[in-house]
Structures are given as C-alpha cells and as structure tokens.
C-alpha cells in the first residue's frame, strides 16, 4: 500500500489488515515501512491489531516513534517466507519509494499487488496527470510498478458524501488512463452510512479511525 502524504494509505493499510484478519483464516502482517510521517503510523494502532492476532512488523520500545531510515530484517524475511498475508505500509516520498525499491528483488512475479491509494483532496494527485506523475516517480524509485488504484478521497472529520464521489470519479479517470484497475474504494464508515455504496463499481472497504494525532490519544501507546 503505497501513498503520498495525506493520502490516507495508513489508515487503510490498517483497517485492510483488520477486516482480512476477521474474514480470511490466513495468518496476517502489517510491517510499518512509513520512515517519514510522524504522526500517522501503522505502530500507533499495534495493540488493536496485535489483540486480533494480526502480527505487526514496527519499531518497539524506545525506538516506537523513532524515523528509523532502514529496513528491520523482519521485514525481508515476512515477504521470502510468502505465508498468509502480509501489508506493507509504505510512504509515497523519496525515501518510503527507495525503502521498498531494496526489497523489490525479494518480490516474486505475479505474487503481489503494488496499490495506490488516490486522495483528490491532495495537491500531487487532485487531478489525473498529477497521479500519473506522482505514480511513475515512485515506480522509478521503487523499481516496482503498481497493480493496481484504491480510491480514499477524504478530509478526515470534514469528509463529505461529496468528497468520496470525487475520488470515485477520479480514481476510475485514471484507472482509464492508466490501464490499471480500480482495487476498491474506501471511506470512513459514518460518511458510507448515508451513501447508496451499490453505485460504486468497486469493492467499498469502510474505515474506523485508528490513526489519531499525537494530542487526540488518550495514553501513549508505546506506553512511555
């Protein structure tokens, strides 16, 4: 699951891993591949995830929020074993693209899908050519080309049935222009309740907000 910041991708990487873990008897694995963001991580949701036996590759103790420019052996050795299903969150920028471009000979042909997730409301991917644009710079870097498009068109709180339409319409835009396929569509699940979802030509993912800022947690969950 690859996207730029402020695409949402993490929040969707985790909620993915959450429903595949309630519906799929495969083992599940979440690896944290996102070096950049501070805010926004996989680590953030681990004991929801870790209490549905999903197991989660991050940084532990005191290098929980540490931006660790390098790649945990964990990592590698989940995608070489090739066992039930593993997620790997990774940010759209330079350095998110050069951390997966040193795993992509580890990748087997045809044994993984390669995701976009698409936010309109972001300046790099607003329009079609922006997400082309942004799509072929991480391809170049990553050394690894994308499967496939999911659209999460959103505004966190401020997300609006109009919003997530706009993202449609979008993603299919450039699902045409880019030969790849629309995976599925995802949003958060009080905006979906006042949707008609069968409109959607797509699988629709709804999200439960895991990902909270630093100052909306109750406690620290690195338990610091």
């Known amino acids: 699951m690859v996207g730029g910041f402020g695409s949402g991708k993490t929040e969707v990487s985790v909620n993915l891993a959450k429903f595949l873990a309630l519906t799929d ?28 036996g999903i197991k989660v590759i991050a940084p532990r103790g005191g290098s ?25 969150d990774v940010g759209g920028d330079a350095q998110g693209a050069r951390a997966l471009g040193s795993l992509a000979e580890t990748f ?7 995701l976009m997730v698409l936010n309109s409301r ?14 072929a710079r991480i391809e170049g870097t990553a050394k690894i080309a994308f499967t496939g498009l999911v659209s999460n068109s959103h505004m966190i709180d401020e997300t609006t049935p109009e919003v997530v339409w706009e993202g449609y319409r979008l993603a299919q835009a450039v699902s045409r222009d880019s030969g790849l396929p629309l995976i599925f569509l995802s949003a958060k699940q009080n905006v979906l309740d006042g949707m008609d979802t069968s409109l959607f030509d797509c699988p629709v993912l709804p999200l439960t907000r895991s990902m909270l800022k630093p100052w909306e947690r109750k406690e620290d969950p690195a338990g610091l």
Do not use: H, W
């Open 122 to 135: 972001r300046p790099l991917t607003a329009d079609i050519a922006g997400c082309l644009k942004t799509m």
């Open 64 to 88: 929980f929020y540490a931006d660790l420019p390098i790649l945990l052996p964990e990592v590698k050795g989940a995608v070489e074993a090739g066992s039930g299903r593993l997620i790997l």
């Open 108 to 114: 087997a042909v045809g044994q993984f899908e390669m």
């Open 25 to 52: 008897k495969s083992p599940v694995t979440i690896a944290d591949l996102d070096l950049v963001n501070p805010y926004f991580r996989t680590r953030e949701a681990l004991d929801e995830m870790e209490q549905l």
